[in-house]
C-alpha cells in the first residue's frame, strides 16, 4: 500500500483491491497507484524542465512514451494559459510583435518565410502570446517573383530594431519574455511548425507560473480531464 487514500479525480475515500489497483467510493473510478505516481513524477520533471529524454532515462519509459505525455502537458498549458486572458484581459495592457527565426537561419534570405511571428501581451507581469498566420504560404511565389531580397532587408531591419530593444533599458513584462524565450526554445533541437504553438504556449506558462505552483496546476488539469 502506497498510502494514497483519496480518488485523484473526486477526491473521495479509495478502498484497495486485491491486484493492486484501486477503486473509488463514489465515481467508481478504477485505477493503479503506480501509474498515477509515474504520472505525477512526469509532471515533475515537464515542470522542471528536463527534457523528454532524461526524463525518459530516469522512469525507465521509451522516449515516445514520454513525449506523448509531454505533449499532453503542452496542451494543457496552452488551455490554460488561454482560459487565464480570458479571465484577466480587461486589464490595462500592452502589446509588440516578435518575430522569431532559428539562429541557424538568419543569414538565409529565404528563411523569413520560415519565421515564426507572434504578438505578446502583457497584463500585470505576466503575458499572453498570439501566433500570426504564417509566410510560409507565400514563399513559392515570392521566390518565382525574386522578392525574397525584399523582404530579406525588411527582415534584416527587424532584427536590428530587435536587437536595440535587447540592450536597452525597457525592462517590462514583454521584454523578459522575448529573453526568457529565446533561452528556452533553444533548449530543443529544433521544433515543427505544428508542435511550435504549443511549445510557445508552454514558454508562457512557464514564465507566468512560478515553479512551486506549476505541478499543483497541472496536476489538478490533467486529472480533472484524463483517465489514466
Keep these: ?3 494514497q487514500t483519496h480518488c485523484i479525480y473526486c477526491k473521495h475515500t479509495l478502498y484497495y483491491l486485491s491486484d493492486g489497483m484501486v477503486k473509488c ?11 498515477i505516481n509515474q504520472i505525477k513524477t512526469l509532471i515533475q520533471f515537464f515542470c522542471n524542465d528536463e527534457n523528454a529524454l532524461e526524463a525518459s532515462r530516469s522512469l525507465n519509459l521509451t522516449y ?12 494543457i498549458c496552452a488551455e490554460y494559459c488561454e482560459d487565464h486572458y480570458h479571465l484577466h484581459r ?3 495592457s500592452q502589446y509588440e510583435e516578435y518575430l522569431y527565426i532559428e539562429k541557424s537561419k538568419r543569414r538565409d534570405k529565404t528563411a523569413i518565410f520560415d519565421s515564426h511571428n507572434f504578438l505578446t501581451f502583457s497584463y500585470g507581469e505576466r503575458v499572453y502570446t498570439l501566433l500570426m498566420p504564417s509566410l510560409n504560404m507565400y514563399k513559392q511565389q515570392f521566390l518565382e517573383d525574386n522578392l525574397e531580397g525584399v523582404y530579406y532587408k525588411e527582415f534584416s531591419k527587424f532584427m536590428r530594431m530587435s536587437k536595440i530593444i535587447k540592450i536597452s533599458e525597457h525592462d517590462n513584462a514583454i521584454t523578459k519574455f522575448w529573453h526568457y524565450f529565446e533561452q528556452f526554445i533553444t533548449t530543443f533541437k529544433g521544433v515543427s511548425k505544428e508542435h511550435f504553438p504549443y511549445y510557445l504556449k508552454e514558454a508562457e506558462f ?12 497541472l496536476e489538478d488539469l490533467y486529472f480533472r480531464s484524463n483517465n489514466p
Design 1 to 3: 500500500m502506497n498510502g
Design 25 to 35: 467510493s463514489v465515481c467508481k473510478k478504477k485505477y493503479s497507484p503506480m501509474r
Design 206 to 217: 512557464k514564465f507566468n507560473t512560478p515553479i512551486k505552483e506549476r505541478v499543483a496546476i
Design 64 to 75: 515516445v512514451t514520454v513525449s506523448k505525455y509531454y505533449q499532453k502537458f503542452r496542451h
Design 90 to 92: 480587461t486589464q490595462e
